[in-house]
């Protein structure tokens, strides 16, 4: 098999399932859009399970092991009190817009597909996505439980959360905003600064204090 078939699987896998979702992406659609026959689909990756997996690595892999690379930087050369808020969120935002810029034309299939990969409701879909991200979740959730010790081991979980969820819907909304006045002339290292100091705002917030009754709540106010 000639190697760009494969490619050519992968390309059209991507681009169905950021337009219509993994469930409702069939394998007579892939096989029609990459102009194959479903032996060559099944040679090449066995299921449609392991075709949506290489897809999502072939696109999160280069993003994840960027951000692991730019955090073992900033925890080298960081003093004892580990590195600052600002240094960590940057290390994890700033490699999907970098490869953003790297794939170019293309960069718009996976923005679609970025925002499929967000609002998913199939469990299998979330899955397979949660797998490429368990070592980057813990390495990163380690070093913001390090700087910012009011928050407790379940708290980080959460603000992990409110990170990619901001960074995905910028990415994947950011491109129609960028034509709108009076920010379409704003560039994507602008977003991404912007980005950067609204993620570090909200990890750095105190914790949300339960109010439990009548009094407690007129304490608060």
């Not at 994507?188 to 980005?195: G, N, P, Q, V």
Request: with cysteine; aromatic share 8%; charged share 25%.
């Amino acid at each position: 098999m000639p190697s760009d078939t494969k490619r050519r699987i992968l390309d059209a896998a991507e681009q169905l399932i950021g337009d219509k979702g993994f469930p409702s992406t069939s394998m007579r659609d892939i096989t029609k859009a990459a102009s194959v026959n479903l032996a060559s689909v099944n040679y090449h990756f066995g299921s449609k399970e392991a075709l949506l997996a290489a897809v999502l690595e072939r696109r999160l892999q280069p993003i994840n092991e960027r951000r692991l690379q730019l955090l073992d930087e900033i925890e080298r050369q960081a003093d004892d009190r580990g590195p600052a808020v600002y240094d960590i969120v940057r290390a994890f935002l700033s490699p999907p817009f970098e490869q953003q810029e790297q794939w170019g034309n293309s960069s718009e299939t996976f923005l679609r597909l970025l925002g499929r990969i967000h609002s998913e409701t199939n469990e299998e879909f979330r899955q397979e996505f949660m797998s490429e991200f368990e070592v980057v979740f813990q390495r990163f959730g380690t070093a913001l439980q390090q700087c910012l010790p009011h928050l407790t081991q379940a708290d980080i979980p959460w603000r992990l959360l409110f990170m990619v969820g901001s960074m995905a819907f910028t990415m994947s909304w950011g491109q129609s905003l960028l034509t709108r006045e009076p920010i379409a002339k704003n560039k994507s290292t602008d977003i991404l600064e912007e980005l950067i100091m609204y993620t570090c705002a909200g990890l750095a917030a105190p914790v949300h204090q339960k109010v439990s009754g009548p009094q407690q709540l007129q304490e608060t106010q």
